[in-house]
Structures are given as C-alpha cells and as structure tokens.
Nanobody, 123 residues
C-alpha cells in the first residue's frame, strides 16, 4: 500500500511562513508528478502547485512569488514553502502524487492523496 502523510501546518500570523512536508511510504517504485492542493471552508479543492519528476514547477496565480514547491525524490517527499501568508491562504492543504506501485495484482500507476494539514492565517 502507498501512503502520503503531510505535516507542517499550523496557526500563523499574516505575513508569516510555514514549510509543509509530504512523505510517501509503501510499495513505491516510481513517482511522476507531485503536487499541493488546498480546500478552504465552503470552497472546492484547488491547485496550489505541482512539480514534475524533472523539476518543472507550476503555480496558481494566487501564490506565485510567495510559495515554492520542491521535492526530494530519494526521500519520496514533496515540500511547500509558504511565505507572506494571507488570511485567504487559510485552508486544508493536501499533497498528491502520481505513483507507480506494486500490489497483488501487479504494477499500476495511481494518484494518491494525503490526509491534509490545516493552515490557518490569522492575527
């Protein structure tokens, strides 16, 4: 089985910073794209940032220049450095990954999600 576990969320004042981490474990043979999404109360889940296996990044316009996504393929981990936080960044942040895993039925590519980590920006 494949698991993604996020950490690093918390309560921070406007203008503050956090570093979110998402670590993968289990029967992982290869990982393609990894990404971060967020969901605010009453809103749909939205893309924050993605990173390919080759390191090409993509960001939502609302976070460009403030957030930075990176990955450590050896550790099967993706990070999100979030700076200059605003109250509107408050949300549950989820990571996902496109993973080639092994199961009883063979090798398969699947998209996995973490359980989420809460980020609250408030004074």
């Amino acid at each position: 089985q494949v698991q993604l576990v996020e950490s690093g969320g918390g309560l921070v004042q406007p203008g503050g910073s956090l570093r979110l981490s998402c670590a993968g474990s289990g029967s992982i043979l290869s990982i393609n794209d990894m990404g971060w999404y967020r969901q605010a109360p009453g809103k749909e889940r939205e893309l924050v940032a993605t990173i390919t296996a080759g390191g090409i990044t993509n960001y939502a316009d609302s976070v460009k220049g403030r957030f930075t996504i990176s990955r450590d393929s050896a550790k099967v981990t993706v990070y999100l450095q979030v700076n200059s936080l605003k109250p509107e960044d408050t949300a549950v942040y989820y990571c996902n990954a496109h993973v080639l895993g092994a199961s009883s039925t063979g090798l398969r590519w699947n998209i996995y999600w973490g359980q989420g980590t809460q980020v609250t920006v408030s004074s």
